[in-house]
């Protein structure tokens, strides 16, 4: 086996290892299957896996799931199939052009790599999985949720684990739209075609992300600002020096969420007073400007 | 002004480590690897999100600094938000003991077996980095001074005198990897931190949900004059007046200019770089761009 073989199997072994049986041994309410079938056409598409073992994989876990009867990835999660079948055309398209891709092929496999990594970090995470299958719950259960703390026996939604949950899922958002805001800008002759490749790549990952990650429709998104809201009614926070926490957490907050794709194109802006209501939790209080004090790291 | 780069292909070989989620391993296929280089991230930091990097960059500029080329690299992962410092300094030990073992076999290269496996080298490379940021310098220097502790406890169970122990504890450390490694720790956690309330912690949104969501208890080990960071600074002093040989008691640090969140300070042995990454803060000094390559050269062994 030549190198660059070796590496394409070891990047499938790792994807079938952290991603897929995280994913098997979960039983989290999210359609996840779905979701990485499309990562796996995707990434054999551009190089990163090897195409027949792939193939070879799907193949294997479709007769798997008909023995067990089971006629589609996802079936039973109650999410809309269509949105994950509406990519397959795209990246057919994406990788049609073999000789492009292969111009690109580094960058293409550090940007894949770098997501999948990220993934396979928010996949293991038991809080920020926890906090993402809420974000698909009812709109009944989610209100005792977030108004009732420590609602289920396994304590897995308590507003510390949800906090922790959200801590996390905002670090992998601002890690994600950090790559892809850096890349025009750290190269100064940047050929145009690497880069439309690149930011296609990078908004087609976006995009298989969306509704895992609740950000696929306004309601899911508007969940965020339930959790924070939920935090920050718990804890005690002075305003010193004018500096307002909770003020300056919204404008980050929606800051980050607006600037995520959003595939259903349900929303074409954030409506910032819904938000704002749902993090204040009601209270007659306008919303602050889109400015803030805080830095990034 | 930077220009474009044609950006090598990355031929390591990507390796999850049984035992140890959510950490990895980045094992070169094309050359002998003799040198392995850890990274411990920081306070709700993770191995992608602190690290990431490097990955790209150590390939992409692997001309101008040859030694990236031919190093593993590994990523580890630990639950830097609720558990203690010690704890996560024996797990951490625990970890390098299983990469570094000849027995584990991550290297895919047929033609480079390694060093071969006997009993007076149970290691596999030869050189050793360890590399922290923030927490995870306090981890990474915790596990060094137990290691030590732990030769010392060994060698005063069979009566030796003092200078009979400092020989036998040189000795040992001579014969562990761990103990030869060095030290590049960015923005080091281990004067503490500046910070007396949850909002002084964050420099961004995940990093301020995650002090909410953090135990209090490792937000308390990280404050400036904490029985944790006090005993480990007078516990690493005191090893290194008896043991100045022993590469890993001794680090070299890199701060930001710009760094709010610990207080810049040192051991005795250590050395601060100069200048200190300017324009960066905690965050950033650690993070390699094409326009900031200190990172690269900062971490050499």
Known sequence: MNTPESVSHANLDFFVSELWANVDRSSLFLPLKSELARWLLLGAGIGFFDKTEVDKFLLRQQVNWQEAHVLDLDVGYGVELTFFNSFDVRIKMFVANDLVIEDARSDLHAIFRNYMLMNSEILADRDAMGFLATLHTTGDIWRLIVNGGELLPDTSHSVKKLCSGLAKALGYLEHVLAIKGKIPSEMSESRDFDLSLRNELIEMLQEFQSYRLGLAGVESTLRYFDVAGSVFAQCELVIVDDFDPRREIFVELYNLLDRWPDPSNSRAELPRERCWSRYVRQQDELPPTATSRMGHG | ?301
């Open chain 2, 1 to 301: 002004m930077s220009t474009i780069r044609t950006e090598s292909v990355d031929e390591r070989l990507l390796k999850s480590i049984d035992g140890f989620p959510k950490s990895y391993a980045l094992i070169p296929t094309s050359a002998l690897t003799r040198s392995a280089i850890v990274f411990v991230h920081g306070f709700a930091g993770s191995p992608t999100g602190t690290w990431c990097d490097f990955q790209g960059l150590s390939s992409r500029y692997a001309k101008e600094y040859p030694w990236w080329r031919d190093a593993a690299l590994f990523f580890y992962s630990y639950d830097s938000m609720r558990s203690p410092i010690y704890y996560n300094a024996v797990r951490l030990r625990s970890f390098l003991e299983y990469i570094l073992s000849v027995r584990v076999d991550f290297h895919h290269n047929a033609n480079d077996p390694g060093p071969s496996m006997n009993d007076e080298n149970p290691w596999k490379y030869e050189n050793l980095l360890l590399v922290g940021h923030s927490e995870g310098a306090v981890v990474i220097r915790r596990m060094v001074l137990n290691a030590i502790e732990a030769l010392t406890r060994h060698g005063r169970e069979q009566n030796l005198d003092e200078v009979k122990l400092r020989e036998w504890v040189n000795q040992g450390a001579h014969g562990s990897l761990i103990l030869r490694a060095r030290l590049r720790l960015f923005a080091p956690a281990c004067a503490g931190t500046n910070f007396s309330g949850v909002v002084g912690f964050v420099g961004n949104l995940s990093h301020f949900f995650s002090a909410l969501a953090s135990s209090s208890l490792v937000r308390n080990e990280l404050l400036r004059g904490s029985p944790v960071l006090c005993s480990l600074q007078t516990g690493t002093d005191l090893a290194y007046r008896d043991h100045p040989n022993i590469h890993a008691l001794t680090a070299k640090i890199l701060f930001g200019s710009n760094d709010q969140i610990v207080y810049t300070d040192k051991y005795g042995c250590d050395e601060i770089i100069e200048p200190f990454a300017e324009g960066h803060d905690h965050f950033s000094v650690c993070k390699p761009k094409h326009t900031y390559m200190r990172p690269l050269e900062f971490v050499k062994p």
